[in-house]
Structure formats: structure tokens, C-alpha cells
């Protein structure tokens, strides 16, 4: 039993990475948004070209936003799906970003 807990726990494979990387959305094939996590819990959301920074806060299921010049942090559900982020957004929808 000992050896089907160890080889359980080693098969989570990214979530060892977490949310760490970056991942892309683009909706109808138009404008690209990517966001991009840093291990030093640093990162980026780009727009379209309009990149705005950030620092985050990972609790496994949400994430939590620090926009440079904001007041107060963003929180977003997620889960990762084979190579896929989705997350929750305002509206309650499930966007999906593909790591890149």
C-alpha cells in the first residue's frame, strides 16, 4: 500500500509547477492574453500589448492579484487541467489559457 501512495503522490506532476508559467487565451482568434507567473511570485498580464505587472499570492485552487498601483489584490479560481489554466472570471465563466 505504501508504494501505490508514493507512486499517487508522484504522478501530480504539474502541480508541482503550479500556476508558474505562462498562459495564453484568445478569444475568436482576435486579441491574445497572456499571463505570465514567475517563481519569485512576480508576473505579467498582457493584453494585447497593454502589459500591466504583478505580484500573486498562490493558494492551489485561487490566486490571488496584486496589479502594480491597485489597492487591493484580485482573487480568481483556478484549476489546471492538462496543459490548460481555467479560470473563474468575474461573470463566473470558465476561460480557458493553454500554456505556452
Do not use: H, P
Not at 509547477?17 to 507567473?37: A, D, H, K, L, N
Amino acid at each position: 500500500m505504501l508504494i501505490v501512495a508514493i507512486l499517487a503522490l508522484t504522478g501530480c506532476g504539474n502541480k508541482d509547477e503550479g500556476i508558474v508559467g505562462s498562459w495564453s487565451y484568445s478569444r475568436y482568434g482576435s486579441t491574445e492574453y497572456v499571463y505570465t507567473f514567475n517563481a519569485d511570485k512576480t508576473g505579467n498580464y498582457d493584453a494585447g500589448g497593454s502589459v500591466k505587472n504583478f505580484t500573486y499570492e498562490d493558494k492551489g485552487y485561487k490566486v490571488l492579484i496584486m496589479y502594480d498601483g491597485a489597492t487591493m489584490a484580485s482573487e480568481f479560481e483556478y484549476r489546471i487541467e492538462e496543459n490548460k489554466l481555467i479560470i473563474k472570471d468575474s461573470f463566473g465563466n470558465d476561460v480557458e489559457y493553454v500554456k505556452k
